[in-house]
């Protein structure tokens, strides 16, 4: 995926910048999501960051949700975010299987200070995804869903120690996102935005990547 955000950012501009945005700050450019996806991840490394993306974006209504609900009357727009957020919908009964067979969070200093720090990003996200900037919620969400493939990464070699099916990943065709970027972008301003919302989704998703690597690295002082 990533080198097809590359080479979508030499194509066109708007969903270029986006594209780029999540090949360059998103999860896969993190080195802690590369380091759990390993064989050999210890396994309570791995539950602490199913956890962690449970809080954060295993609740409903997510910021996806959210984003439908405040009413985007592009309708372009609107047929991708119901599509959106109905495949996220199996992402949270994923991420709600892995976290039952994970078991129990792993014991970490800072506990209270780390969920409330989660509780905030949540919050940060669903703002968002509510935000009447026209263009920033859909930019948020298109980055959630591209973002989310690496995301998949961890979850699926997760499951793989769990003896968890994965489900299949749903999500919009590419394709079919383009053209969603690439209509909303024609209205002035509206490029901007969907940029802002898809760095600021960026941002809570590299600060989550953050607080678990530090968590990690709590736990094996």
Do not use: K
């Not at 759990?36 to 962690?52: C, F, K, S, V």
């Amino acid at each position: 995926m990533a080198f097809g955000m590359v080479q979508a950012a030499h194509r066109d501009g708007s969903w270029g910048t986006i594209a780029a945005l999540v090949a360059s700050d998103g999860t896969a450019a993190h080195p802690l999501p590369r380091v759990l996806a390993e064989p050999g991840a210890p396994l309570r490394d791995m539950a602490d960051a199913i956890h962690g993306l449970c809080m954060l974006h295993g609740r409903y209504p997510g910021a996806i949700d959210h984003a439908v609900a405040a009413g985007n009357h592009d309708p372009v727009a609107v047929a991708w975010l119901t599509e959106a957020a109905a495949a996220f919908t199996d992402e949270r009964g994923y991420l709600a299987q892995l976290t039952a067979a994970a078991g129990p969070l792993p014991s970490t200093p800072g506990q209270a200070e780390s969920e409330a720090a989660i509780v905030s990003q949540s919050h940060a996200l669903d703002m968002l995804a509510q935000s009447g900037r026209n263009g920033c919620a859909i930019g948020a969400s298109i980055a959630l869903i591209l973002d989310w493939r690496a995301i998949r990464a961890v979850l699926d070699a997760a499951a793989l120690r769990l003896s968890v099916l994965p489900p299949p990943l749903g999500f919009p065709l590419d394709a079919d996102t383009v053209s969603v970027i690439a209509e909303l972008a024609a209205a002035p301003g509206v490029e901007r935005a969907m940029a802002f919302g898809a760095q600021q989704v960026l941002a809570q998703h590299r600060g989550l990547w953050d607080l678990l690597d530090a968590r990690r690295s709590a736990r094996d002082q």
